[in-house]
Structure formats: structure tokens, C-alpha cells
């Protein structure tokens, strides 16, 4: 494409750009040390120290808590004004926790279980083309794993649940009066 070019020149051009670029940001951040070092004295690292300390002590929070707390406070202060409290009041209640939010817990950890467990075992009946006799098997036999599951409001939505994978991934619909049958 650039046959006119020769390689020579190609090469002087990028190491004269190359030079220019780094000639420039040299001067851009190190004009005072350059300024200094063209005039003929070393520049002091102290001065080119101070004046970074002069733009940092612009405080913009404000105060640190030590030059508060250095000065005295001659200011009454009202019993009122103390806020006490007591080692039962240190910790939220959804941290400690109830007792009966525990086996509730315990019921969702179950549920969420089971589904992950349902949906595994609809995958594989659809990867293995698996008899409806068989899925139905599998799926009774996770039911019994998880008996502290019937009779609570979430066995119709697991229920509901494998009905509708059945309908998505398997050859054969189930029911939800057959699903419900395998609960016992």
C-alpha cells in the first residue's frame, strides 16, 4: 500500500513522534524540576515537597475528631441527653433471630432443595427419554425424602411446579391430581 515509504524513513518518523510524545509529558509534569534544573540550580526536594503540602492542607472534610476533642468543653450536659443501652439492645433482631422464624427457614432451605432436585430429575428424564412410570417413580421417591414438606402451602406450588416442567421438557403432561397423589 505505501511502496513510496521505505522502511528508514518509517522508522525516523515513529522515533521522532515517540521522542516529541515523551519530550512533551516530561514538560507537562515535570515543569518546575525542569525550570530549575535549565537555570542552573538543583532544585531543593524541601521546596517541591512544601508546595505539594500547601495544596493538601486545604482541608475538604474538615477538622479531624483529635482537634475537636483537644479543645475543652465547658458546656453542661443534661442527664437527658445520654442515650443508654442495654446488651440486649446491641443486636438487631434479624440478627439474633426468633425462634420461630427458625423452622421457617428451615422450610424455604427444604423447598428450595426439592426444586433443584425436581428440576435435575425432569432434566435427565428428558436427556434419557424416560417412561412416564419411571419420571413418576423418581419424583414420588423425592416426595418421601421431604415429608415435613406435605401438607403445608407449599406443596400445591411444588405440585403446580413439576406440572409445568413436565409440559415444557418431558413427551407427556402430568397431571396436578397425579403429582398430589405422590405426596402420600
Known amino acids: 500500500m505505501f511502496n513510496s515509504i521505505s522502511w528508514q524513513t518509517y522508522l ?8 516529541t510524545y515523551y519530550a512533551i509529558s516530561a514538560i507537562i509534569l515535570y515543569h ?17 515537597r512544601d508546595d505539594k503540602k500547601s495544596t493538601s492542607t486545604v482541608s475538604v ?15 453542661p450536659v443534661d442527664s437527658d441527653e445520654f442515650i443508654l443501652s442495654s446488651s440486649a439492645d446491641q443486636f438487631p433482631e434479624s440478627i439474633q433471630g ?24 425432569i432434566q435427565l428424564c428428558e436427556e434419557y427419554k ?14 418421601l425424602k421431604y415429608p415435613h414438606l406435605k401438607e ?12 409445568e416442567e413436565s409440559k415444557d421438557h418431558l413427551p407427556f403432561a402430568l397431571t396436578l391430581a397425579e403429582v398430589q397423589e405422590w405426596w402420600s
Not at 12 to 19: D, K, M, N, P, Q
Open 12 to 19: 525516523t518518523i515513529l522515533v521522532c513522534f515517540g521522542a
Open 32 to 48: 518546575r524540576e525542569l525550570l530549575h534544573l535549565v537555570k542552573g540550580r538543583s532544585a531543593p526536594t524541601s521546596e517541591i
Open 152 to 163: 403445608t402451602t407449599y406443596q400445591h406450588a411444588i405440585s403446580a411446579f413439576v406440572c
Open 130 to 143: 424416560s417412561a412416564k412410570e419411571e419420571c413418576a417413580s423418581l419424583i414420588a421417591a423425592s416426595f
Open 61 to 75: 472534610i474538615g477538622a479531624s475528631k483529635d482537634s475537636l476533642s483537644s479543645q475543652p468543653s465547658n458546656t
Open 98 to 121: 426468633t425462634p420461630s422464624s427458625e423452622p421457617a427457614n428451615l422450610i424455604i432451605g427444604s423447598v428450595s432443595d426439592l426444586l433443584n432436585e425436581l428440576k435435575t430429575l
